[in-house]
């Protein structure tokens, strides 16, 4: 079956700075890479995903890449605040169809204001 | 647009009792709704899938008859567990898939913290 390794597992940086997540797959099978935020206590929001025919995605501070050959993915948040202090996940699928996640372990990312 | 509830958002019960979780989506019809299973500061552990009309899968390790799962509309799917015993207690937290759109893109439920005394 699919694995998903995150890395780090915890991110700690200065408001205003960069915070990049990485995340590895190893079924090239896998077509659709969705990242959530889960605050403390409360449910993973959907924040940006990328499907395996674009390279790509960008929403505002946040973007995500994909590099299919080296089956790898990342979040990237710019311009880092507080209220992006959460944990996040990634997650790889085999999306339209019988479509179940898998989701990394998780990166606990504080901003310090 | 595409919001799952889930109820109730916390219960306490005793050894032995049987909870019931529900999870609906309000404003879309789930195609594929999925139940997980979260420790503090861990990830999620997916426990079972459930398509309406259907048996749930339940993932390897998971009790069926411990975990007992009920998919009986397009918009709601239940979690029950049986005889509740303290190694139970955790957030559940349930997921949907929509039958339009993008099929592959889930909205998570609110969670329901599970404590059993």
């Known amino acids: 079956g699919e694995n998903v390794e995150q890395h780090p597992s915890t991110l700690s940086v200065q408001e205003g700075d960069s915070a990049v997540i990485k995340c590895t797959y190893s079924d090239s099978a896998s077509n659709y890479f969705p990242w959530y935020k889960q605050e403390l206590g409360k449910r993973p929001q959907l924040i940006i995903d990328?499907?395996?025919?674009?390279g790509e995605k960008k929403d505002q501070r946040i973007a995500v890449t994909l590099n299919k050959t080296a089956k790898h993915f990342s979040l990237h948040i710019t311009e880092t605040q507080p209220e992006d202090s959460a944990v996040y996940f990634c997650?790889?699928?085999?999306?339209?169809?019988?479509?179940?996640?898998?989701f990394g372990r998780g990166t606990s990312l504080i901003v310090h204001p | 647009g595409a919001v799952v509830s889930q109820h109730p958002s916390w219960v306490i019960c005793k050894s032995g009792t049987s909870v019931k979780i529900e999870c609906r989506s309000l404003?879309?019809?789930?195609?594929?709704m999925f139940w997980y299973r979260q420790f503090p500061k861990q990830s999620l552990m997916l426990m079972a899938t459930?398509?309406?009309?259907?048996?749930?899968?339940?993932e390897q390790g998971v009790e069926k008859d411990k975990f007992l799962i009920n998919h009986a509309s397009l918009t709601l799917s239940t979690l029950t567990v049986t005889s509740a015993h303290p190694e139970d207690s955790s957030f559940y937290i349930c997921?949907?898939?929509?039958?339009?759109?993008?099929?592959?893109?889930?909205?998570f439920g609110p969670g329901t913290r599970l404590t059993v005394l």
């Open positions: 459930s398509n309406e009309g259907s048996k749930a899968t339940y």
């Open positions: 404003d879309f019809q789930a195609t594929t």
């Open positions: 997921s949907a898939s929509s039958t339009s759109g993008f099929t592959d893109t889930q909205y």
């Open positions: 997650a790889a699928s085999i999306g339209g169809g019988s479509y179940i996640p898998t």
């Open positions: 990328i499907r395996s025919n674009v």
